[in-house]
């Protein structure tokens, strides 16, 4: 059975990437893609998540712009890392029209009241933070919640402890980890520590191209920027693509696996963003978190291409040999 979703990202390169896996899954319907300030100021978020339904020919997914900025601090974007339009410096072609009259949060809170309804979220948590707010029994009724955000042993990628999402709002992290825990119920937190595991390398892109040279074309226009950010940034041939996992990960338990643990995200100080992981049980608190700090490349890279090119898995030959030595 399909399970809905609503998908809440800052597209972004990887969020856009995430998009397209979703929208390839016959195990997900996406209700509909709600977009925050993140990556992308919000206005660019939503140009950018039409040029990839587009793309994908699903302009029929509704997406609705949520909140310019984050709750409290002031917004920082990261088009250092994602290009001046937010998608890698393609500028594509805009997108007119599809306008939505409701906004992300109202669109949320109608979609999860009609029961059934799992968000997985890739960009800071100000939407969700905010639906909590103004409806939590629409938050309480959410199935489930994935997010791309956070770290336990890995270091932060905003600072030495603070993963981007979290770091950029993490008043509204905070306050969706405290609703959790007030619910008792877990957040999915995919950080740093599996997704830092899951990296495009030219290799795997040439291969995408040579198999279907539309998509691997589409893929390799977005992600050259972000290519060359990592080989800049951290010495990397090659870019990770944190958002996919969260997405994969949703459809398939068998890609991550972690512990549950009560998990704090810090408002500020020199700490800001970071996720305080009580792995130890130290405070005797109900884990609202379900950390994932293992994963599987070779078992994400085999769904992500057989989803993106419609391909049975098994013609996938070459994905073992181009990911030995990659990763652990
Ligand atoms: C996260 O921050 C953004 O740059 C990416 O889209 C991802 O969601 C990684 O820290
Ligand atoms: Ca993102």
């Not at 270091?155 to 993490?170: I, L, M, Q, R, T």
């Not at 495009?200 to 290519?227: A, Q």
């Not at 020199?270 to 792995?279: E, F, H, I, K, N």
């Amino acid at each position: 059975m399909k399970r809905k979703v609503i998908i809440d990202c800052d597209p972004g390169i990887d969020d856009s990437l995430a998009l397209m896996l979703a929208l390839s899954m016959e195990e997900l319907e996406v209700a509909g893609i709600t977009v925050v300030c993140g990556n992308s100021p919000v206005d660019m978020g939503v140009s950018n998540a039409k040029k990839v339904l587009d793309f994908m020919g699903r302009l029929d997914v509704p997406v609705f712009a949520g909140a310019k900025t984050p709750l409290k601090r002031e917004y920082v974007n990261a088009l250092d890392t994602h290009g001046s339009d937010g998608l890698g410096e393609s500028f594509l072609p805009e997108i007119p029209g599809y306008e939505q009259t409701l906004t992300a949060t109202s669109f949320m809170a109608e979609t999860i009241k009609k029961g059934s309804c799992s968000v997985i979220a890739l960009g800071p948590l100000t939407n969700l933070a905010t639906l909590y707010q103004e409806d939590p029994q629409a938050f309480g009724q959410i199935e489930e919640i994935v997010s791309m955000g956070g770290s336990f042993r890995s270091h932060g990628n905003c600072s030495p402890v603070a993963e981007y999402n979290y770091w950029a709002d993490p008043d509204g992290a905070a306050l969706v980890y405290e609703a959790m825990e007030s619910l008792g119920k877990t957040i999915s937190m995919v950080g740093l520590d599996v997704t830092r595991k899951i990296v495009l390398t030219p290799d795997l892109l040439e291969y995408m191209k040579r198999l279907d040279p539309h998509t691997g074309e589409f893929v390799e226009k977005i992600t050259k920027f972000y290519f060359d950010f990592h080989w800049q940034q951290e010495h990397l041939i090659g870019c990770v693509i944190n958002d996919p996992l969260a997405v994969a990960y949703f459809a398939d338990r068998s890609l991550c696996g972690g512990f549950e643990a009560y998990t704090q995200v810090e408002r500020g100080g020199v700490s800001m963003g970071q996720t305080v992981v009580d792995s130890t049980n130290f405070y005797r608190r109900s884990p609202n978190a379900l950390v994932l700090t293992q994963t599987y490349p070779l078992k994400f890279f085999r769904l992500f291409f057989s989803r993106l090119l419609g391909m049975a898995e098994e013609d996938l030959d070459l994905l073992p040999v181009l990911l030995k030595g990659v990763v652990s």
